[in-house]
């Protein structure tokens, strides 16, 4: 089992930044992909960000593009999300998600382990 636990969540005001982290721990070896999730209020959790754990491949979500940056820390076992520019729609718990696969999916059903999410707030 792999046991992961965000933090770093709060609230900014628009234009301001924000960085997640993502503890991992258990069988760490398991790990091959690391992405983060997040959902508002009534609507289906999406993908924002992805990165191999050998972080030689990252994806994120158009409306993320250019200004988010997802990292990892192998020796420390975390992972982390960057946000800048924030908006408010970026508002949302987020999720920091771990997968066995060796390819980055966007897809909920391809991540083994969750963390409980960390809530970012966004105001205008």
């Known amino acids: 089992q792999v046991q992961l636990v965000e933090s770093g969540g709060g609230m900014v005001q628009a234009g301001g930044s924000l960085r997640l982290s993502c503890e991992a721990s258990g069988r760490t070896n398991r790990m091959n992909v690391m992405g983060w999730f997040r959902q508002a209020p009534g609507k289906e959790r999406e993908f924002v960000a992805g990165?191999?754990?050998?972080?030689?491949?990252?994806s994120y979500a158009n409306s993320v593009k250019g200004r988010f940056t997802i990292s990892r820390d192998n020796a420390k076992n975390m992972g982390y999300l960057q946000m800048n520019s924030l908006k408010p729609e970026d508002t949302a718990v987020y999720f920091c998600a771990a997968a066995g696969r060796y390819t980055i999916a966007v897809l909920t059903d391809f991540y083994d382990y969750w963390g409980q999410g960390t809530q970012v707030t966004v105001s205008s």
């Open positions: 990165t191999t754990w050998s972080g030689d491949t990252t």
